[in-house]
């Protein structure tokens, strides 16, 4: 009797523990490798920055990425950027230029004046083209105008009213070679723990089945100048969004949020830049967000092939790739000097 006793539980220890979540055992940062020339995306004639990658029907993969040309400075972000489109037969690249898809739509648009921080998703047999831009408000956005304010840069006058006006927006299609159709308003206002602008979305579709948004705006009441990831949810990937009151993360000055749903671990994941290193939040609910265990991804330096390191002046817009359900790549935006590119780490 004691042996079928101790037989049963065996068996229902094993039952109940198939298919259960892994828990939050994702170490993105012992799968880092080193990069060779292929994992740099560079242009001689723009500054590329960031990355968003989805993997196409044919097996190709494609990256939506942001670029604006040298001759409009590194300010020229604000100013001059257009969402481009790239492919490749590896996520790691090498990735050759395909097209441009978005630009700024001109006055009286929301999205008057660039776009920027592209996020690309697919749902329910359509494209999501997440992105941000901005408008001069009443004023008049010449090129005279915008090539003035990104020449002097941060500190012009212009600058401010660019910025405050920033906010989200969705293009949609029905292939990945569009055409885009974009939406007429912003998908959200700044509220609860963010003010000031709506930038950088990333977006996630739960376990079930909600949306869930995260975006990048200021921290409230606070003279630091310290930017607040907010979290927005929707049954909709297009919207209404409706901003939680609780952030998630809010002690931390942090920017370029990129979210995912992990099925095997039964756990959301957001990946950030603060500055100084990249790290990874957790959350069960996509409601309450915590440190990962693995909080600490990387330092600031790129390992290279042969030993080499790259020690870039600013290191951000972190995006994983996932396949068959396993993070493959680690996307990073890099700025050296006056040359900025993407790099695409491949991950074991």
Known sequence: MTRIVIIVCILASNFLGFGQNKGDDLNLGEKLQPISQENIFHSKEYYNWGGSIIKGEQ????LFYSRWERKHTFYGWLTHSEIAHAVSESPSGPWKYKETVLKGRDIPHWDAITAHNPKIKFFDGKYYLYYISTNLGDGDCTDAKLEETCNVGNSHPNWKILRSNQRSGIAVSESINGPWNRMNKPLLEPSGPICTLTVNPAISRGNDGKYYLIVKGDKPNDSNFVRNQAIAISHSPKGPFVIQD??????????????????SRGMFYAIFHAHTFIGLMKSSDGLTWS????YKI???????????RIH?????RPFVFYENGKASVLSLAIKKGIDSYGVFIPLK
């Open 291 to 294: 440190k990962a265990n693995y």
């Open 246 to 263: 609780k952030p998630v993360i809010d002690n931390l000055d942090t920017e370029d949020v990129s979210m995912w749903y992990d099925k």
């Open 59 to 62: 097996g190709e993969y494609h």
């Open 312 to 316: 870039p002046d600013r290191m951000e």
């Open 298 to 308: 990387m330092d600031k330096l790129i390992n290279k092939e042969g030993g080499d």
